[in-house]
């Protein structure tokens, strides 16, 4: 919304009443995991595209899920091939005693 001087409403109440498409509830991080889970042969690049990000930003998402113990990196050929670890626990405290599993056949079933 612009005011009579031009400026925009930057309210939370504001930008709520736009369905613009320009906020998702569930983070970059799971939409990578959702897409590994469907096909763990996946290359970045095409992640990137599924996802909607960068294949850099794509990049840096599977290292932040390999370090904290949520995937590993195996190399087959001269290509990746992902395992997810979904026993292991959700990080925040909202989600505080389900597992990655939880959260993935919620998505993918």
């Given at each position: 919304m612009s005011d009579a001087d031009g400026t925009t409403?930057?309210?939370?109440?504001?930008?709520?009443?736009?369905h613009d498409g320009t906020?998702?509830?569930?983070?970059?991080?799971?939409?990578v995991?959702?897409?590994?889970?469907?096909?763990?042969?996946?290359r970045l690049r095409d992640i990137g595209d599924l996802v909607g990000i960068t294949e850099r930003s794509v990049f840096n998402i599977v290292n932040d899920l390999e370090a904290a113990g949520y995937i590993e990196r195996r190399k087959v050929g001269r290509r990746n091939e992902y395992v997810l670890l979904t026993d292991r626990p959700m990080r925040h405290v909202v989600e505080q005693g389900k597992t990655v599993d939880d959260l993935l056949k919620a998505m993918t079933d």
């Open positions: 409403d930057a309210s939370p109440a504001a930008a709520g009443a736009k906020w998702t509830f569930l983070t970059n991080h799971s939409h995991l959702i897409c590994l889970r469907r096909n763990p042969e996946l």
